[in-house]
């Protein structure tokens, strides 16, 4: 595989005691492109997410990002490096309002330190200003602006679409040049649906970010990616475009079922 790959996973290996959850997986991706990572449950596609974002190490293998090292890196200085993930369940705090969420993340990984923001130096004022003004640009814009009217609500007031749409706006505050989205559709009804695939098109798409993603609907991965990698018990078996993999004598029987 080239160095020069914008994101690459070469080799990486993962065990839960005698179980492989993964066996030697790799996969590259162009800049400014979508990848999809496909499988049947259990075939390693969480576990791959989690060794990738800095929530488990890997055993053995490598992950470079623009060219640098970044396997085993936690998940904030991955953040601070431009890589930012959503959930199967959106993870929010419930006792921030909407628009802190937005803001937290930004101020997690700002330049002002703890003590000029206690002692409010203009340094720090300048920052929560900038912060807020993102928090309450991206509130307004997205899905519509449907959530600035309630942003000082908290987020036990959202359904579910509009929740997983908060944590979208919260990982698209921080401006990530790779975005890993774990199942963004999961658990939603079809205008939720639509209303996402709208959102990472108009948001992610367009302006030219990395998406990595996991996703069981078919459609949708018809819809967003440019190319398909399918996990089997913890194996690589196939990897294309949409239509070359769906064809994929291999994956009708392994995932597909037809």
Known sequence: MASSAFFRVSGVTKRFGGLVALDQVGLEIREGTSFCVIGPNGSGKTTLFNIISGLLPADQGSISFKG?????????????LGI????????????????????????????????????????????????????????GRIGGGRLYPRRHDYPTTCSLGERRMLEMIRVLATDPSLILMDEPTQGMNPVWIRETLQLIENEIKSRHKTIL???????????IADRVAVLNEG???????????????????AYLGT
């Open 68 to 80: 640098n090292e970044v396997g085993g890196l936690g998940a904030h200085r991955l953040a601070r």
């Open 84 to 139: 930012g993930r959503t959930f199967q369940s959106a993870r929010l705090f419930s006792t921030m309002t909407i628009l802190e969420n937005c803001e937290l993340p930004q101020l997690a990984l700002g330049r002002s330190s703890l003590a000029e923001a206690v002692l409010g130096q203009r340094v720090a004022r300048e920052e929560r200003r900038r912060v807020r003004e993102r928090a309450e640009e991206l509130l």
């Open 213 to 223: 993603f996991i996703e069981h609907k078919m459609s949708v991965v018809m819809q």
């Open 235 to 253: 194996h690589k078996i196939a990897e294309g475009t949409p239509a070359e993999v769906r064809n994929d004598p291999l994956v009708v029987q």
